[in-house]
């Protein structure tokens, strides 16, 4: 079984990352280099994949740059509120 899964970072930023072993990366982060300066890290959400080739073209689809931007529900409203697209109209 292999993993994706979603981090948020002390910034408020989002990092995807997959792995085969859960509990272990998320345990570890705190010594990644990418993520180590961003601590504490919070487990937002993961998605159980296949195999590995799943998980990592996964994680690559659901990188930040790749969505439109997120930030979590604790920043300003204003942030959240220029993060919300606009209605159509019917």
Known sequence: MWYVYFLELSNGDIYVGSTDDLRRRV????????????LPLILRSYVAVGDEATARKSAARSEPS?????????????????????????
């Open 27 to 38: 345990a570890s982060q705190g010594h990644v280099i990418s993520t180590n300066k961003y």
């Open 66 to 90: 790749r969505l439109q931007t997120y930030r979590p529900a604790s920043h300003s409203s204003a942030a959240r509120a220029s993060n919300v697209p606009p209605r159509s109209k019917v």
